[in-house]
């Protein structure tokens, strides 16, 4: 059974940082393009970052280029989101995402374009 499993969500003030863990089982997440995506109250699910299987790693937010950073670790079939410098807008229910796609997995930014999802992890930034 393909699964995703998030964690690492929690409350922090503004300023802090935190790591996100989504950890894959059931398929070769080598293969996959993995992404981290979001949910606010109220919002639309947005894509934040991608990384490929060749580790290239796409930002989708300007608001959290220079703050957030994927990377993967295909030992342990788990990808990370490291954020730091939170603000208040980055509060949202955090989900990882799978794509694969015969020929090349490469990252994309809508959200129908990934084939399964984990159950996400909540980050709340506030005083």
């Known amino acids: 059974q393909m699964r995703l499993v998030e964690s690492g969500g929690a409350s922090v003030v503004p300023g802090g940082s935190l790591t996100l863990s989504c950890e894959a089982s059931?398929?070769?997440?080598?293969?996959?393009?993995m992404a981290w995506f979001r949910q606010a109250p109220g919002k639309e699910r947005e894509a934040v970052l991608c990384i490929d299987p060749g580790q290239i790693s796409t930002h989708y937010l300007d608001s959290s280029r220079d703050r957030f950073t994927i990377y993967r670790d295909n030992g342990k079939s788990t990808i990370y989101l490291q954020m730091n410098n939170l603000r208040a807008e980055d509060t949202a229910l955090y989900y990882c995402?799978?794509?694969?796609?015969?020929?090349?997995?490469?990252?994309?930014?809508?959200?129908?374009?990934?084939?399964?999802w984990g159950l996400g992890t909540q980050v709340f930034v506030s005083p």
């Open positions: 059931g398929f070769t997440m080598s293969a996959y393009a």
């Open positions: 995402a799978a794509l694969w796609r015969r020929g090349g997995s490469t990252c994309h930014s809508g959200a129908r374009d990934y084939d399964f």
